[in-house]
């Protein structure tokens, strides 16, 4: 249990932040990280940036700044990563869970970038040939765990196959209390078997034989939202395409309703009104993609978030109170033991 | 111009109807074509259904109702309506088209079986490899013509720039007054050059070098909805995932809309409530997928619809009106001219 202001300390959790990562970089996450450091005082937070860009004396005590020359861009190929970004902030922040100087870390920076130079610095667990970007998604009835969201392309069946175990391991590792096999679904364009591509039908085929979880067959992009699998499995491109059109429709309708609460925050002075207003606004607020940000990446050896690039600092703050409450939930098991039963 | 009731008449429009398609069949689809055909009385619908299932005694005077025995279900494997689908609903809709007995046909039908008996009755454009679904999408700046959405999967980089072609040809076809070349756009995760994969690359690399339009790069998925396009290109796997996921979290958020416009439907009596749930209840059908639905296969000798196949009858009626207005406003060029050009 991690405390909010004045509630009872367990245990002390030490993040380690990128600062520099994202496409607005120290500008949204510098502010993200003191709020929540505000908010968790019993957070340690270890922050890699540039001074020069960084509100470096207005940090409370809880953050540790850690001054670096360097940073990944978001232009940056992996290569070039792997060649001159091992002094990068992100590479530092991923070198303090190496260390064991932080228990997570997290980052909104280039996520080719960040797979590559997270598979040198933590390596990868053996028995998982490439990562996954694993993200909790909200649904109809409760939550489905999907990856991958954009860390491996081209996956082969056997890669779909890990991602499944990833994605169960995972799942295990935030649900202690279950009481069924958790049901895993490939994402596919039809629900007939014939459907598809070849490796999307291997890797079913293979689900299908698996005592760990119950495979329930395939899910249509269309069926994500409606909460009837608790572990989607796509490629990551696949995933990402699907994740990001879903954020890009489901900005373009809030638009909409914020227009038509612009429209009558003015005339709206009865109680009843108000009462109307503050229900949309609320429905607004729980639909808004920013409340839903951070993905975690699996198949390395520690705890890694990636923020969405492109960051607000509310989604940032959202990411990283979603990594503090997915901590304070989880069992006592590790990642690694659950990966074995998976 | 096609006249809805009482308007002046100019042209004559021959619809094919394969009434049996999609998960419900005559159920939404025959109730669907009797509103339009009343609607529209100058059009004419040759509608192709098994006269048990469909309501063949209410139906007006400008529908003609042709029974078949056979129809292609949904799970139907493509080769096997190409064996066995020949007399099918589909497949009769398709060959009115073909023999000049209908201007276009339309079928919620199952997507593969419809690709397959398309390509053989109607036959391909010379230069187009293979077909492919276009779908207007509504955007916060005007509409995006988005493809494939379906019907070829592993696309090479050629039939990528295929599609951009068809693609232009139908913006063509449909906005006779432009002003500039139209903008392409592939889909992508990413924006910088190299991100995705070498076919996509690829496609970049030739469609930069078109004089003909407008390449623009790549776009995201959450941009597809700010209309930075006047055509979106895709593979037909990674174009299906991302409408249906577009699709699947505009439902989840209505449904919380809906919800909210229950709760108060009750209540909103003073004259301000109405409006305030009159526009809410606009916006909420502005947005509803169901109002975009239908999508045009191309690269075939014919016009093709196709409706989505968990259609409603709603949705099933916005397609056959999309039809209709499409080939109301439509430039006089004939697609195959405008595909020369392209």
């Given at each position: ?28 996450t ?18 890699y ?26 232009n ?5 990563a ?55 998604m909200?649904?109809?009835l ?151 940000n ?49």
């Open positions: 249990m991690i405390a909010k202001n004045n509630e009872k300390i367990v245990s002390t959790l030490r993040i380690a932040v990128d600062a520099m990562g994202g496409d607005f970089g120290p500008k949204t510098i502010p993200a990280v003191i709020k929540q450091a505000l908010d968790y005082p019993d957070v340690k937070y270890i922050v940036g540039h001074r020069e860009h960084c509100q470096v004396d207005t940090m409370p005590a809880n953050i540790v700044f850690d001054h670096v020359d360097h940073h990944i861009t978001m940056d190929v992996p290569t070039h792997l060649r001159y970004g091992r002094t990068s902030s992100m590479a530092m922040a991923l070198r303090a869970v190496k260390e064991g100087r932080a228990d997570a870390c997290i980052t909104a920076g280039n996520t080719g970038a960040l797979v590559a130079l997270a598979r040198h610095i933590l390596g990868m667990y053996s028995s998982i040939d490439k990562p996954a970007l694993c993200k909790i909200p649904t109809r409760g939550r489905s765990y999907m990856l991958d969201l954009g860390a491996t392309i081209n996956c082969s069946a056997e890669q779909l196959i890990q991602f499944a175990r990833l994605g169960l391991a995972l799942y295990l590792r935030d649900n202690t209390n279950i009481k069924k096999l958790p049901s895993v679904r490939l994402l596919n364009i039809g629900s007939e078997h014939f459907k598809g591509m070849d490796v999307i039908r291997h890797a079913a085929d293979a689900l299908q034989k698996m005592n760990s979880l119950d495979y329930q067959g395939y899910i249509e992009g269309d069926e994500i939202y409606r909460g009837i699998a608790d572990i989607i499995v796509c490629d990551g491109f696949v995933g990402n395409i699907a994740l990001k059109s879903s954020e890009g429709a489901a900005r373009f309708m809030l638009e909409g309703i914020q227009a038509a609460l612009n429209t009558y925050a003015d005339i709206g002075n009865n109680d009843q009104d108000q009462y109307i207003l503050k229900a949309l606004t609320q429905w607004h607020d729980q639909c808004d993609p920013a409340r839903y951070g993905a975690q990446l699996l198949g390395v050896k520690g705890l890694v978030i990636k923020s969405h690039g492109g960051v607000s600092q509310h989604a940032f703050s959202q990411s990283l109170l979603m990594l503090i409450e997915q901590i304070q939930n989880q069992s006592n098991a590790s990642f690694d033991e659950l990966l074995s039963i998976a």
